[in-house]
């Protein structure tokens, strides 16, 4: 039973493309994530959502638009793609505990040609 | 301006030794450190956690250390398994609220060799 789930898993699509990500949480969890690993490995936030309220919104490119439908659901929407927006993708959630364990999705391997 | 930094890319250690994994912070405000692994595909994995008023905590193999003063901690793996093989991130973090968001450091691979 998949704790944190992205769709789909790997995404090859065009320059100037639109495209959408989903990711889901069945852990009850209150705050969801968006990171980015870029070629250089590195995995930086971009977005966090609390209770559908958006918290966290890094210095991101506006064409990136993230949408939380409800509690369980974050999804990243990314508008006229660009070559390097070509990353991997992961969704993360974070309870209510005294603890920052965030969960990670298996992760969107996004492939801009 | 990275403030979490791992400056190993890569280790390779013999199975049954010892693996330990180093990172260096720079902000002082950090009070929650994490350590993330990842195989190849998959999402990172919580691994084991200390917050800043502890300076080890363990976990059955894993044990993590901290030391506030030089801002840096490591990860130590006994003994270390070819399982083990895998990124590890280290990660920071102000402890507590809504708004908390994780620092990751770049990531080290570890290559335990049977």
């Known amino acids: 039973d998949t704790a944190v789930s992205q769709t789909p898993k790997y995404l090859v699509t065009q320059m100037g493309n639109d495209k959408s990500i989903k990711c889901e949480q069945n852990l009850g969890h209150d705050t969801m994530y968006w990171y980015k690993q870029d070629s250089k490995k590195f995995l930086k936030i971009m977005f966090s959502y609390n209770n559908k309220e958006l918290i966290i919104n890094e210095t991101v490119p506006n064409r990136f638009s993230p949408k939380s439908p409800d509690k369980a659901h974050l999804n990243l929407h990314i508008n006229s793609l660009e070559l390097g927006d070509s990353a991997v993708y992961f969704c993360?959630?974070?309870?209510?505990?005294?603890?920052?364990?965030?969960?990670f999705g298996p992760g969107t391997r996004l492939t801009v040609l | 301006d990275q403030q979490v930094k791992q400056n190993s890319p890569s280790l390779s250690v013999q199975e049954g030794r010892i693996s330990i994994l180093n990172c260096d912070y720079t902000?002082?405000?950090?009070?929650?450190f994490l350590w993330y692994k990842k195989y190849p595909a998959e999402g990172p994995t919580f691994l084991i956690s200390i917050s800043s008023i502890k300076d080890k905590n363990e976990d059955g193999r894993f044990t993590v250390f901290l030391n506030k003063s030089a801002k840096h901690l490591s990860l130590h793996i006994v003994p270390s398994q070819p399982g083990d093989s895998a990124v590890y991130f280290c990660a920071a973090s102000v402890y507590g609220g809504a708004t908390n968001k994780l620092i990751f450091g770049t990531g080290t691979l570890l290559a335990v060799q049977p």
């Open positions: 902000n002082s405000m950090f009070d929650y």
């Open positions: 993360a959630s974070r309870g209510r505990t005294s603890t920052d364990t965030q969960y």
